[in-house]
């Protein structure tokens, strides 16, 4: 072998073993092909919305404008607010950080017994942040009563699956409370469920439900549940009292792979 052909191997094998020096510190470091693909997209089959803060409010007082204290919202893509009030009054809602909100269900009065009128609003991808007050301008001076849940990791395209019409006992006044029936379509919702009594109660949340006792008060109770599998869901409460009630319950729908890559866009 020429002098030129040895010395030619002689690189070859230098060049050969820096660039295996350099694959291997590489490695070591975390630049691996494997672990850039293994961490660059969530588990959808683990998504699912929880909740992020809650907030209740009670007020006997006749006033014709009503505002929570400030909670922290924080990391919220939805809003959801059940309010109650009475004499068929107009519920305006509005908020610190001028969201937009959407009716989900109601207003809706009792037709026999005392006399409740309830709603239901959302905001979805709402501005969110600490101090954030949420408030209703009643058409007349009224009482009002108001359960706020602020949701995270909801679908931000259209966060809302299903809402419920708002039941009543229908002049039973029977202490046990169950709200109409809704259909989920996905698997992992977050269910959330309202009760409004006329009377002051102890309340006790329905199977497979957790109470939320910082978004409720003596006389409009919440609890929330995780749907795994879609089918057929209502809200059930159980009440220390009998009296006039109404309730309702909502479906959100966890992220989609469209909706957490707009998600992700706009933090």
Not at 3 to 31: C, E, N
Not at 231 to 238: I, L
């Amino acid at each position: 072998m020429s002098k030129w052909a040895t010395l030619g191997h002689s690189w070859a094998h230098v060049l050969y073993t820096a660039l295996l020096l350099a694959v291997v510190l590489l490695a070591s470091l975390g630049f691996s092909s494997t672990r850039v693909r293994s961490s660059a997209r969530p588990n959808l089959a683990e998504s699912k919305p929880t909740v992020q803060a809650t907030q209740g409010y009670i007020n006997p007082t006749f006033l014709t404008s009503h505002t929570t204290a400030p909670f922290d919202s924080s990391g919220g893509d939805l809003i959801v607010v059940c309010a109650s009030s009475h004499e068929g009054v107009t519920m305006t809602p509005s908020d610190s950080f001028n969201n937009t909100w959407i009716t989900g269900a109601g207003p809706t009065d009792t037709t026999t017994g005392f006399d409740l009128r309830t709603q239901v609003w959302y905001s979805k991808t709402p501005t969110v942040g600490p101090g954030h007050t949420f408030s209703l301008n009643l058409s007349k001076l009224e009482p009002l009563v108001i359960s706020l849940f602020v949701v995270r990791g909801s679908n931000v395209s259209a966060p809302i699956d299903a809402i419920s019409t708002i039941g009543d006992d229908g002049g039973s006044k029977m202490p046990y409370v169950v709200s109409p029936n809704i259909m989920t379509t996905r698997k992992n919702e977050l269910l959330i469920g309202f009760a409004k009594s006329s009377v002051s109660e102890n309340w006790i949340s329905g199977s497979d439900y957790s109470a939320q006792g910082e978004a409720s008060s003596d006389f409009l109770d919440a609890e929330t549940q995780l749907a795994a599998t879609p089918g057929s869901y209502n809200s059930t409460f159980a009440l220390s009292s009998s009296g006039t009630w109404q309730s309702v319950v909502v479906a959100v729908r966890p992220p989609t792979d469209r909706s957490l890559l707009r998600s992700e866009q706009q933090k």
